[in-house]
């Protein structure tokens, strides 16, 4: 199996930083994409940042300028860099992988048990 641990939440004044961390571990093949998403109370969960094997990364609108992705491929681990942090980032940020997993070599997507975000006015 494989697991994503996150780390790095918290609360945080508007205007402040925070980074997330995500390490994958198991029976890792190969990871292709890592990213995080983020769910508010109510709302459906949606995409902050993408970040491929290859280097190359997706924002959203919402977060661009603010927000960094970013990679160690060996440790496994994607970061999110939260900087001029607002009330409404407030929200439980999830890990996802898209993993070969090396029981079987097929395709999986892996999710992080979540970490809240908490921005104060």
């Known amino acids: 199996q494989v697991q994503l641990v996150e780390s790095g939440g918290g609360l945080v004044q508007a205007g402040g930083s925070l980074r997330l961390s995500c390490a994958a571990s198991?029976?890792?093949?190969?990871?292709?994409?890592m990213g995080w998403y983020r769910q508010a109370p109510g709302k459906q969960r949606e995409l902050v940042a993408t970040?491929?094997?290859?280097?190359?990364?997706n924002y959203a609108d919402y977060v661009k300028g603010r927000f960094t992705i970013y990679r160690d491929n060996a440790k496994n681990t994607v970061y999110l860099q939260m900087n001029s942090l607002k009330p409404e980032d407030t929200a439980v940020y999830y890990c996802?992988?898209?993993?070969?997993?090396?029981?079987?070599?097929?395709?999986?997507?892996?999710w992080g048990q979540g970490t809240q975000v908490t921005v104060s006015s």
């Open positions: 996802n992988a898209d993993v070969f997993y090396s029981g079987d070599y097929r395709r999986y997507d892996y």
């Open positions: 198991g029976s890792i093949f190969r990871i292709n994409a």
């Open positions: 970040h491929t094997s290859g280097g190359s990364t």
